[in-house]
């Protein structure tokens, strides 16, 4: 058997009970370690919390050494462990096929991922639209696709939850180039930098998918201790500190009920001003008012 | 400490292990019990799991009795249980809001919902536009809002996960008016009446958001031992025993990738015809094809 079990957000003691059973009993147990990192809790800390030894997947393992990662899993049980969920932001689709190709019998333990626990913000998760990414920019590659889809969200009223790109043990292109197999320290995209990425790409789109005044929420650290939730504009995020990873960004849409709004406004420096930004903003992309069909009885 | 903890989708055991400690160590602890249901657990076998009494939540007392549930959680800790995460399919925020306003500190212990959980099915969730919910129609009242959103999404080639209706402790309209508080048995919706009251509201808004031939998946009691996915057209749904509850739909949107495709397969009666569908399907709202711009040299 092979159990895909979720280790939430931030604590060694976010897994469930019954993915905590799981990991004890298997045979050997994997940590996939390079699309998120869980907060408060490292390789040494959950070993220490399972008891038991915890084999780290990097990219290469998994992407290219699935039948190792799979060996013997028709009768022994194998752990594979994944920060959120196994089906949330990043899936592990490609090694569920390969498991069922070998007649591997498969479980998912589920848990918290981002792509529902930002609900803790108080934007309702109905209101979102598709979800998009971010990567780190470079002089030479800004790829900009997100920016259709925000979009394409905005024009409907709907909010885009934007993850930010995480680089753990990438290479340079000089070390790569060398064959050497040294890996920069991990990076990991700050609410700031998000904010003027995404300003950038306005700047050379200019079709106002969103403006610096847009009212977004940076989500820093969510599900830890030092969860932090930022309500201000697109601009005033630039200037953010949001301290240490993980973030996300939220760029609301036209559909902001009074509920939502009323939450957020713990979350920002100035209620009022706010206010006056999140109501300028719902004159995008407004539908036309309303007009009665025309009359059929023509006894005017 | 007001804590909201959620408890995921079907076992006792689907509670974190961080929830556990938390539910042990409170004075108080409500469970939620009329927006959704734990498919393995009832009020009985929680309290055996967490070794002490658990206070059943109705919406009388969520909604009107807030205080009541808050009251001494500035000095004491009170946990409040919600099936899922607390911020999933149906939030608590005015239970949080009045617990800001009463100067209640307030952590949350998130856990998977229907909202990530979903992504099981091998449709990605970044593919998801907005979640609508479908309620049970009766002869006078059939709220269509859903379909206007799916349409959003399919415009914009998304899936739509269609959450279904749950009656638990109504009152039928006679015993109501007679004042009597005696409860009609819960009602889960299955997926066989979701795709019904579908294509009813296709019918009458002919709009071809969707069509008897649109490919979708029935998802029946996720994250449980029991759970299984149905991949097929609206139509053929319509026949199709979904069993136990708790089921959901997924509408298909036109950008339906490869990989999602191949994991759908594990779910249909006949790949090809599926296949076929998927692809007639994709010809509704496609993007006109890309024609060059005109060329700005008049050499020609």
Chains 1, 2 share one sequence.
Not at 75 to 103: C, K, M, S, W
Not at 270 to 291: A, L, T
Request: net charge negative; hydrophobic share 35%; proline share 5%.
């Amino acid at each position: 058997m092979l159990y895909l079990v979720g280790l939430g957000l931030s604590y060694t003691s976010d897994i469930t009970v019954r993915g905590l059973e799981v990991v004890k009993k298997c045979k050997r147990v994997y940590l996939e370690a390079y699309t998120s990192i869980l907060m408060q809790a490292d390789q040494k800390s959950l070993e220490d919390f399972y008891g038991r030894e915890v084999i780290l997947a990097d990219r290469e393992l998994v992407e290219g050494g699935s039948d190792q990662i799979l060996a013997g899993a028709e009768q022994d049980d194998i752990a594979f462990l994944v920060v959120g969920d196994p089906y949330g932001a990043t899936t592990h689709t490609d090694l569920v096929i390969r498991a069922r190709e070998l007649g591997i019998k498969i479980e998912t333990i589920h848990n918290a991922s981002v792509m529902n626990a930002v609900g803790a913000c108080g934007l309702q998760l109905y209101q979102f639209g598709q979800t998009v990414s971010l990567v780190f920019f470079t002089d030479s590659w800004k790829p900009d696709s997100f920016y259709d889809k925000i979009l394409e969200n905005r024009k409907i009223g709907l909010h885009t939850l934007v993850l930010l790109d995480i680089k753990v043990k990438e290479q340079s292109i000089e070390n790569m180039a060398r064959g050497r197999l040294i890996y920069d320290p991990p990076r990991y995209m700050s609410i700031e930098t998000a904010a003027r990425q995404l300003l950038e790409i306005e700047e050379s789109r200019n079709q106002q998918a969103y403006t610096p005044n847009t009212p977004c929420v940076g989500v820093s650290r969510l599900g830890s201790p030092q969860q932090k939730f930022k309500a201000a504009t697109l601009k005033e995020l630039t200037k953010y500190e949001s301290g240490e990873p993980l973030h996300s960004l939220i760029v609301l849409g036209r559909q902001v009920h009074d509920l939502e709004l009323e939450f957020l406004y713990d979350f920002v420096d100035d209620k009022e001003k706010f206010k006056k930004f999140v109501e300028e903003d719902q004159e995008y992309f407004k539908p036309p008012p309303y007009v009665p069909p025309p009359d059929d009885d023509d006894d005017m």
